[in-house]
Nanobody, 117 residues
């Protein structure tokens, strides 16, 4: 059974930082592309950042220079360091894994990030 367990969300003031983590089980982690997506109220889910096992990274333009994605294949984790947070970053953030060959996709349960005074 595949599980993705997220942690690290919360309330932070504009300009602050948060770190999200996602730990996977039930998969061979190194064969999956991993990433973070987010969904704000009334909006579609959008890509934030992705990283593959050999390190290729992709960021949404809106977070470049502020967010950093990383992964630890030995610990089956993918993390998202979020700095200089803005109110428009407020959303539910979802961990995602996608198999490199079959395209099979799994999602975490989501963690709320709120950026507000």
């Amino acid at each position: 059974q595949v599980q993705l367990v997220e942690s690290g969300g919360g309330l932070v003031q504009p300009g602050g930082s948060l770190r999200l983590s996602c730990t996977a089980s039930g998969i061979i982690f190194s064969t999956y592309k991993t990433g973070w997506y987010r969904q704000a109220p009334g909006k579609q889910r959008e890509l934030v950042a992705t990283i593959v096992s050999f390190g290729s990274i992709n960021y949404a333009d809106s977070v470049k220079g502020r967010f950093t994605i990383s992964r630890d294949n030995a610990k089956y984790t993918v993390s998202l360091q979020m700095n200089s947070l803005k109110p428009e970053d407020t959303a539910v953030y979802y961990c995602n894994v996608e198999h490199r060959y079959s395209g099979g996709v799994y999602w975490g349960q989501g963690t709320q990030v709120t950026v507000s005074l």
